[in-house]
């Protein structure tokens, strides 16, 4: 069964870490770019980064950049994305995807997506 399953999620304060993980099962990790979006209440998902296939050559969207990195274990088919000095404009549920273009989940796989809360 083609999966992808994502974890780490949960509520921390302003400041904080938290490091999301992106695991396959089913299929190979290595020959997909692995995208994470997310979605936050009452707005539409948006693309947060992306890691190529190839080279491992990363995009993150302005909001995140210098705060967020993401990685990839291919022996472990599994993708990273590491949040740090969180803030509460970041509270979504993170999504990763074996897609970076497209935030709709109509292209590629996807995952059901972990909550993530930022919170005093």
């Known amino acids: 069964q083609v999966q992808l399953v994502e974890s780490g999620g949960g509520l921390v304060q302003p400041g904080g870490s938290l490091r999301l993980s992106c695991a396959a099962s089913?299929?190979?990790?290595?020959?997909?770019?692995i995208g994470w979006f997310r979605q936050a209440p009452g707005k539409e998902r948006e693309g947060v980064s992306c890691?190529?296939?190839?080279?491992?050559?990363?995009y993150y969207a302005d909001s995140v950049k210098g705060r967020f990195t993401i990685s990839r274990d291919n022996a472990k088919n599994t993708v990273y994305l590491q949040m740090n000095s969180l803030k509460p404009e970041d509270t979504a549920v993170y999504y990763c995807?074996?897609?970076?273009?497209?935030?709709?989940?109509?292209?590629?796989?996807w995952g059901q997506g972990t909550q993530v809360t930022v919170s005093s």
């Open positions: 890691i190529s296939s190839s080279d491992g050559s990363t």
């Open positions: 995807a074996t897609d970076c273009s497209d935030p709709s989940g109509y292209l590629g796989y």
């Open positions: 089913g299929f190979t990790l290595d020959y997909y770019a």
